[in-house]
């Protein structure tokens, strides 16, 4: 049957009828917040190219995280931006550093949120690569594994739910599952940042934790632009060796990619609106060029639609309070 007989505006005529046929909700115990925490007390900062996001101190960072979770937020991903950096990623690794302090803090004062830590060098290296380098400047694979690991144990033991590498150094996820389970960590999932493209929409996120390279770029581990079957290698790759939750970053410049791995694999699947994509829509926002709760729910959805199960939105909270 085709028109006039079908007639696909009268399941558009009123709202009603259109939640009726929606084909994707977006549910708000599926988005994830994620935080920068910084040394020291009462510290608020705002960060510039992210505007709506602030620095924030341990102390505030837990007042934070209380309010969202009484809007509704369920799960947070803290990013430490320490004030010490070398380069081996020294302050990455110690059991009372910045990061687990921050894990205690949070899972003692708001015990039911969820709390993801990023697992990566970048922001504790005075390079601002995301592994240590050899003599030449080349990235080592290999050794930097164990420092991710002790990273990861490190956020294990002080209380993360999950940890999510987001390195891209090959082998990753197997070491850091070892690592979990030879110390009685077999129940901290792991988060694997499995297809990550070398994106320039995370210049914001470099502001803000400070973890722009030095010299050089991230294309020798960072997955490069053009490619769609290598983005699914790395997530079968990541399954293999362990991963609970596989991850496709950034969302709207690979929304194809999401598509394709919901197809191709049963885990759960989670993308990640990154800097550039959440600042995009601020920036034209205060312009008046875009209406921000239209765009940030567009955003959303069609992240959701592509087949995202979990997505990692700098405005998951701002969505939530907006339902
Ligand atoms: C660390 C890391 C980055 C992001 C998450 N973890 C930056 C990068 O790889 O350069 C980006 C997040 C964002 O842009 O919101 N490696």
Same mark, same amino acid.
């Given at each position: ?158 209380? *993360?739910?999950?940890? #999510?590498? @987001?390195?891209?150094?090959?082998? =990753?996820? $197997? !070491? ?5 389970? /030879? ?10 940042? *499995?297809?990550?493209? #070398?994106? @320039?929409?995370?210049?914001?996120? =470099?502001? $803000? !934790? ?5 010299? /050089? ?25 362990? !991963? ?80």
């Amino acid at each position: 049957m085709s028109f006039p007989q079908t007639r696909l505006r009268r399941l558009r005529s009123n709202p009603f009828m259109r939640d009726l046929v929606a084909e994707s909700t977006i549910d708000p115990s599926k988005l994830i917040w994620p935080l920068f925490v910084v040394p020291g007390k009462n510290i608020r900062e705002p960060i510039p190219s992210m505007p709506g996001i602030d620095h924030l101190s341990i102390d505030l960072l837990v007042q934070e995280v209380r309010a969202a979770a009484a809007e509704g937020i369920r799960a947070v991903l803290l990013f430490g931006v320490p004030s010490e950096k070398d380069d081996r990623g020294t302050t990455a690794v110690k059991a009372d550093g910045l990061v687990p302090q921050a894990i205690e803090a949070v899972k003692e004062a708001v015990p039911n949120v969820l709390v993801v830590t990023d697992i990566c060098l970048c922001g504790y290296m005075t390079h601002g690569h995301c592994g240590v380098l050899d003599n030449q400047g080349h990235i080592v694979n290999d050794a930097t594994l164990e420092i991710l690991s002790a990273m990861a144990l490190a956020h294990a033991k002080a209380g *993360a739910d999950i940890v #999510a590498p @987001s390195d891209m150094m090959d082998g =990753r996820v $197997a !070491a850091i599952r070892t690592t979990l389970d /030879g110390s009685g960590f077999e129940n901290t999932a792991i988060m694997s940042y *499995a297809a990550k493209f #070398a994106s @320039s929409f995370y210049g914001p996120f =470099r502001d $803000a !934790a400070h973890s722009s390279p030095a010299f /050089g770029d991230r294309k020798s581990y960072q997955m490069d632009v053009r490619n769609s079957r290598e983005a699914l290698r790395e997530m079968e790759l990541d399954i293999d060796e362990g !991963a609970d939750i596989v991850m496709v970053k950034p969302a709207m410049p690979a929304l194809d990619i999401i598509a394709k791995a919901r197809d191709r694999f049963d885990v759960p699947l989670a993308a990640y609106q990154v800097s550039g994509e959440y600042a995009m829509i601020k920036a034209a926002a205060a312009k008046g060029w875009l209406d921000e709760k239209a765009a940030i729910r567009e955003s959303l959805t069609a992240i959701r639609r592509a087949g995202a199960d979990i997505i990692i939105s700098y405005f998951a909270r701002d969505f939530i309070r907006q339902q």
